[in-house]
């Protein structure tokens, strides 16, 4: 598989991890999310082995190593989410709070692997980087006094 196609299935992948439902999966739900997670940062990890032998522009790359970032950290977060939530003793609320936060970082994973997708499509296209640079510009009108 090509690796933009690659990225743009982590897009999905990450859209899957924040579907499974229980009322999708039922008793299956944790242990589907939890391989669909794996998956995911098992991707993201290649992803960055495999940007890092092309010239990609530096900001790709940042942005490749930080969803590598984020998704190790909201795995480490799902980890005490499930601890808190079935750990008898532990208020509920801490549950609550870990749980949202495992969602919002979720989303920033979902958006900074979009962006990852697109910057190096773009990247490919010879649209940013040092081509797009040297390419002409149109000329820009006087400014209007």
């Known amino acids: 598989m090509k690796l933009f196609q690659r990225l743009?299935?982590?897009v999905w992948l990450s859209v899957a991890t924040l579907m499974v439902f229980p009322r999708w999966f039922g008793k299956w739900s944790a242990i589907v999310h939890v391989g669909v997670g794996l998956a995911l940062l098992v991707l993201a990890r290649a992803n960055v082995k495999?940007?890092?032998a092309l010239p990609v522009p530096e900001r790709?790359?940042?942005i490749a190593k930080a969803v590598?970032?984020?998704t190790t950290l909201v795995a480490v977060i799902g980890v005490i989410f499930g601890g808190l939530k079935h750990y008898p003793g532990i208020p509920?609320?801490?549950g609550a709070v870990a749980g949202g936060f495992h969602v919002f970082i979720g989303?920033?994973?979902l958006s900074q692997s979009s962006s990852l997708a697109t910057a190096y499509d773009m990247w490919e296209e010879k649209e940013i980087g040092p081509a797009a640079a040297a390419a002409p510009t149109a000329?820009?009108?006087p400014p209007a006094t």
């Open 60 to 62: 790709v790359l940042r």
């Open 107 to 109: 989303l920033a994973i």
């Open 92 to 94: 509920e609320w801490a």
């Open 68 to 70: 590598v970032a984020t």
């Open 139 to 141: 000329p820009t009108a």
């Open 8 to 10: 743009y299935n982590m």
């Open 50 to 52: 495999h940007l890092s």
